[in-house]
């Protein structure tokens, strides 16, 4: 197997995992909160206490994948030109 086909495969491979995983669960945990849904501070003492919602998720945990988000994007574009 030559250095390009090797990497190919592995590109191909990468992708189709990636596509399985925006299949199977289209949401991951926000990245600016880790999926807590707020920001942690710390208090005088230094005990974590939980802060301010997240601006990014407002609460909600969740983001969506990119390549759902490119999914629903291009099915919307589809149903609207063929209808
Ligand atoms: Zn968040």
Redesign the pocket.
Known sequence: MTPTTAAVTLFTIVTLGYLALCAVSPFGN?R??RG??FYMKTDRRGRPRPGRI?R??HGD?KRIRVGRHLYNAAARTRREGTR
């Open positions: 926000c600016k909160c807590f849904g997240c990014r998720c945990r």
